[in-house]
């Protein structure tokens, strides 16, 4: 079945309709004509000091050995549908609510909307894991905004890794290599507003790439515009590194319940580990080096 712009479940298609569409949707994939199965090799690398086991190459993405069948863009439309063992060269838009998506590489160069992996406004339970997200060097967003979560999801080469809205958890994944588009601030994870927000036990990495650029941070949290508030966000056992400030968060934020605890920093920012305004929570910070506590630039 050749996939160019598909919509799953209420099927439609921007060049031919889809002729067969299984009863879980893409259970095993679809694939694009003349394309070869990708099968995930192993690795060895490892994702550096931090806390125990930290996430990277050997235990995010697509599990290795895993055979995946070639395919294109996706537009998912059925509640509950499973998307699983999917080479996916182009981007994924979600509109459905309790849809899954394992075991599956998508690469997104030119996402219609800015992110590689869309949740649609009004969508819910999204859950991503043991994927690989890949912006290809120019995609502006990884995934976002609201009521998803990623588990041993590698996500690498755009802008932003993820962007964080109402109801999100991300845990034991790894955000590398992002890339700066233009004059944007590249994050490995940024919230303007949202509540309900958990970081736990993931990798998050944005050391100085070969020009030198440190990028922004590897966690950005503000609220750049309005009123727009941060409530109840919790950044528990991760490993931080790079970035200006490694945290940032701004001094103009409108929040409540913020706590980052038990994470630990990388030596490659710029300035310091974490900036923040004051009544933000920071309990058991330390250096990956020399197991230091430190203290928090105060901003406001």
Same mark, same amino acid.
């Given at each position: 079945?050749?996939?160019?712009? @598909?919509?799953?479940?209420?099927?439609?298609?921007?060049?031919? #309709?889809? !002729?067969?569409?299984?009863?879980?949707?893409?259970?095993?994939?679809?694939?694009?004509?003349?394309?070869?199965?990708?099968?995930?090799? @192993?690795?060895?690398?490892?994702?550096? /000091?931090?806390?125990?086991?930290?996430?990277?190459?050997? /235990?995010?993405?697509?599990?290795?050995?895993? !055979?995946?069948?070639?395919?294109?863009?996706?537009?998912?439309?059925?509640?509950?549908?499973?998307?699983?063992?999917?080479?996916?060269?182009?981007?994924?838009?979600?509109?459905?609510?309790?849809?899954?998506?394992?075991?599956?590489?998508?690469?997104?160069?030119?996402?219609?909307?800015?992110?590689?992996?869309?949740? @649609?406004?009004?969508?819910? *339970?999204?859950?991503?894991?043991?994927?690989?997200?890949? *912006?290809?060097?120019?995609? /502006?967003?990884?995934?976002?905004?609201?009521?998803?979560?990623?588990?041993?999801?590698?996500?690498?080469?755009?802008?932003?890794?993820?962007?964080?809205?109402?109801? +999100?958890?991300?845990?034991?994944?790894?955000?590398?290599?992002?890339?700066?588009?233009?004059?944007?601030?590249?994050?490995? +994870?940024?919230?303007?507003?949202?509540?309900?927000?958990?970081?736990?036990?993931?990798?998050?990495?944005?050391? #100085?790439?070969?020009?030198?650029?440190?990028?922004? @941070?590897?966690?950005?949290?503000?609220?750049?515009?309005?009123?727009?508030?941060?409530?109840?966000?919790?950044?528990?056992?991760?490993?931080?590194?790079? *970035?200006?400030?490694?945290?940032?968060?701004?001094?103009?934020?409108?929040?409540?319940?913020?706590?980052?605890?038990?994470? +630990?920093?990388?030596?490659?920012?710029?300035?310091?580990? #974490?900036?923040?305004?004051?009544?933000?929570?920071?309990?058991?910070?330390?250096?990956?080096?020399?197991?230091?506590?430190?203290?928090?630039?105060? !901003?406001?």
């Amino acid at each position: 079945m050749a996939v160019s712009r @598909a919509t799953v479940g209420g099927v439609t298609r921007r060049h031919r #309709a889809l !002729v067969a569409l299984l009863a879980v949707v893409l259970v095993g994939g679809c694939g694009t004509e003349g394309g070869d199965d990708y099968v995930r090799p @192993a690795t060895t690398a490892s994702a550096g /000091d931090g806390p125990a086991s930290p996430p990277g190459p050997d /235990d995010t993405g697509v599990p290795p050995g895993t !055979v995946l069948e070639p395919s294109g863009d996706l537009d998912v439309t059925e509640d509950g549908a499973v998307v699983d063992g999917l080479d996916i060269t182009g981007c994924v838009v979600v509109r459905a609510d309790d849809v899954t998506i394992q075991n599956t590489r998508i690469r997104c160069a030119d996402p219609d909307t800015a992110n590689v992996v869309q949740v @649609a406004d009004g969508a819910t *339970g999204l859950l991503v894991q043991d994927t690989e997200i890949d *912006g290809m060097g120019t995609a /502006d967003i990884g995934v976002g905004w609201s009521d998803y979560t990623l588990r041993r999801v590698e996500v690498h080469r755009t802008n932003d890794g993820a962007r964080l809205g109402d109801d +999100v958890l991300i845990e034991r994944s790894w955000f590398h290599d992002m890339i700066r588009q233009g004059e944007l601030h590249p994050d490995c +994870v940024q919230a303007t507003q949202g509540t309900g927000i958990t970081l736990r036990g993931n990798t998050f990495d944005v050391p #100085a790439d070969g020009s030198g650029d440190l990028n922004n @941070a590897a966690i950005m949290l503000g609220s750049e515009t309005g009123k727009r508030r941060l409530e109840q966000v919790l950044v528990v056992g991760n490993w931080l590194n790079g *970035g200006n400030y490694t945290v940032n968060v701004r001094q103009d934020t409108h929040f409540d319940d913020v706590v980052f605890r038990g994470n +630990v920093y990388g030596p490659d920012s710029r300035y310091g580990p #974490a900036q923040a305004p004051a009544g933000v929570v920071f309990d058991g910070e330390t250096m990956s080096e020399t197991d230091q506590v430190w203290a928090v630039n105060e !901003v406001g």
